[in-house]
C-alpha cells in the first residue's frame, strides 16, 4: 500500500480526521479524501468530538488503553499542533471499586511515573480547596488522583488538526453519504453515494460514522442487497446529556483551577459521571448518568439505534427529564456550592458503542476495500493524536495481534450488562411526560438495582 491508493474517509469526528492525519503524512501524494455532513469549521456540528472540552487521561484499568492514553496524552503534551489545546488540570476519581489500584498498578507495569496515588475519603474531601467536601461518598472505597491528567478543547482541537490535514493536501467534501456502493458482484466497496445523487469513490472506504455507522449499514444492506453488511448488534447508536453553567467572579476564582471531577460506578449502579473545568469563557460541563438509545425503523422492518432523523440530530432539544441529568450531576460532586447555579446549555451528544466498551478497526467481513473505524463509545477523544496510527496499520495488516482481536469487526463480545456506561434507555420514555421503560425512572437501571442516588 503506498502513495498510488486512494483513500475515503467517511466521517469527520476524531477517528476519521486522525486517519486522514498520518496517511497525508505517511503517503503525501496518495489521495486522501474526508466527507462530512458538516462543514469543518460549522458553529455546530453532529460529531461526538465536536464538544467544549473532553477528558484527556490514561486512568484506565484496561493495560492496552492505559498504553493508548499514555502515548497520546505525550503527543498532546510536546507537539506543536495538538499541545495548544490540552490542560493538565488533573483528575479526582471517586472510586466505587477497585479501580484506583488497578490504574497505579497499569503505570508501573508500563514502567510510567507520574504524580497519581490512591487517597482515603477524609483526605481527598480537603484536596483542592476542599471543592468535592459535599459531593456523594456512597459505598466508595478511595480516590484516584492523578496531576497528569487533565482535558482538552475538543471542538478547537479537531477543527485545528482538520485545517492541518487540508494544507497538507487531505480533500474535504461536505455532503451526507445516504449508502455504499459496491462493484457489480458486490465483492468490493468502491466508493459511497450522497444524498444530492453525487458519487465519490476510492480504493479504499474507510467509515468513522460513529452513531451514524448502524443506520449507514443498514441503508447500504438494503439498497444493495446485502444483509451481512449490517452491524447487527456489534454496534449500538447511544446518547447522553451534557449541559454547562457560566460561573460568576466569585465561583470562577473558587473553580478556575480544579481537577477534572470523575464519579466512578459500578455495573449494577450505573455509568460514570464527569464534570469539566470551566472553559476560558468560565463555563463548568458535566456529562449525566443516563445514556439511552433511540431505537426506530430505519428500513421496512428493521429497527435499529440511530440519532434523530434532522440533520443536526436535533442534539439542541434536550427535555425536562434529561436536563435534570445535569442537575443531578451537580448534586453529586458540588452539593450546596452548586445549588444556585443555572444551568444554560444542553446539549444531546451521540457515539457509537460496542457492548464491551472497544473500538472496532477492522476491515469490514462483508466487502473488500471496506475497513471500519469508529465506536469511541464516549471514551474515545482522548486518543485522537495516535488513532490515524492504528489505522493507518490496520490497513496494511500491521496491527498487533492483541489489537487486531481486541477491535476486531467479529469477535466474542460481552454481555453488555457487564458495561456501565452502554445504552440502557430508550430515548422516547425520556420526553417530559412519559414514563420510562417498564416504569422505570432515570435513577434505575433495565432490569438492574436501583441506584443509590436518584434524580
Not at 6 to 25: P, R
Not at 70 to 86: I, N
Not at 190 to 206: E, F, M
Request: glycine share 10%; with cysteine; proline share 5%.
Amino acid at each position: 500500500m503506498g502513495s498510488d491508493k486512494s483513500y475515503l474517509i467517511v466521517g469527520a469526528g476524531v477517528f476519521g480526521v486522525s486517519t486522514a492525519y498520518h496517511l497525508i503524512q505517511k503517503y503525501p501524494h496518495a489521495s486522501v479524501t474526508i466527507v462530512d455532513r458538516d462543514a469543518y469549521d460549522a458553529d455546530s456540528r453532529v460529531a461526538a468530538s465536536w464538544d467544549w472540552n473532553k477528558v484527556v487521561r490514561a486512568d484506565y484499568d484496561d493495560i492496552i488503553y492505559c498504553q493508548l492514553g499514555l502515548e497520546a496524552q505525550d503527543v498532546f503534551e510536546t507537539d506543536p499542533l495538538w499541545k495548544p489545546y490540552f490542560h493538565k488540570t488533573g483528575i479526582f476519581w471517586i472510586c466505587r471499586s477497585d479501580y484506583a489500584q488497578e490504574v497505579i498498578d497499569n503505570y508501573k507495569k508500563l514502567g510510567r511515573k507520574a504524580d497519581l496515588k490512591a487517597l482515603p475519603i477524609e483526605e481527598a474531601r480537603k484536596l483542592y480547596g476542599g471543592l468535592f467536601e459535599d459531593a456523594d461518598y456512597t459505598d466508595v472505597k478511595e480516590v484516584l488522583v492523578n496531576k497528569t491528567s487533565g482535558w482538552g478543547a475538543a471542538g478547537d482541537c479537531l477543527r485545528a488538526v482538520t485545517k492541518k490535514c487540508i494544507d497538507l493536501g487531505v480533500k474535504y467534501v461536505t455532503a451526507e453519504v445516504t449508502s455504499l456502493l459496491l462493484d457489480g458482484g458486490g465483492r468490493r466497496c468502491v466508493g459511497v453515494r450522497t444524498s444530492t445523487g453525487q458519487s465519490l469513490r476510492a480504493a479504499h472506504v474507510i467509515l468513522s460514522t460513529g452513531a451514524y455507522t448502524p443506520k449507514l449499514l443498514e441503508l447500504s444492506a438494503e439498497g444493495t442487497g446485502k444483509p451481512d453488511l449490517r452491524a447487527d448488534d456489534r454496534i449500538v447508536a447511544g446518547g447522553i446529556t451534557t449541559g454547562m453553567t457560566k460561573l460568576d467572579d466569585a465561583s470562577y476564582g473558587r473553580f478556575a483551577n480544579m481537577p477534572v471531577g470523575v464519579q466512578g460506578y459500578t455495573p449494577t449502579a450505573g455509568p460514570f459521571i464527569g464534570s469539566l473545568p470551566p472553559t476560558a469563557d468560565r463555563e463548568l460541563k458535566w456529562w449525566g448518568q443516563t445514556i439511552f438509545k433511540n431505537t426506530h425503523e430505519v428500513v421496512p422492518g428493521r429497527y435499529i439505534s440511530a440519532p434523530p432523523a434532522q440533520r443536526d440530530y436535533a442534539q439542541w432539544d434536550v427535555s425536562g427529564r434529561l436536563k435534570e441529568d445535569i442537575n443531578h450531576a451537580n448534586t453529586v460532586f458540588y452539593g450546596r456550592k452548586g445549588a444556585t447555579w443555572k444551568m444554560e446549555k444542553h446539549r444531546i451528544c451521540w457515539d457509537a458503542f460496542t457492548s464491551s466498551g472497544d473500538f472496532i478497526i477492522s476491515p469490514h467481513a462483508a466487502a473488500q476495500g471496506l475497513y471500519v473505524a469508529a465506536c469511541g463509545s464516549f471514551h474515545g477523544f482522548k486518543f485522537f493524536p495516535v488513532l490515524g496510527k492504528y489505522v493507518v496499520q490496520m490497513l496494511e495488516g500491521e496491527l498487533a495481534p492483541e489489537l487486531r482481536e481486541k477491535w476486531a469487526w467479529d469477535r466474542d463480545r460481552p454481555d453488555p450488562a457487564l458495561f456501565a456506561d452502554f445504552p440502557r434507555f430508550e430515548m422516547r420514555d425520556l420526553i417530559d411526560g412519559k414514563e420510562t421503560t417498564q416504569g422505570q425512572s432515570l435513577g434505575q437501571w433495565q432490569g438492574q438495582p436501583q441506584l443509590r442516588a436518584k434524580l
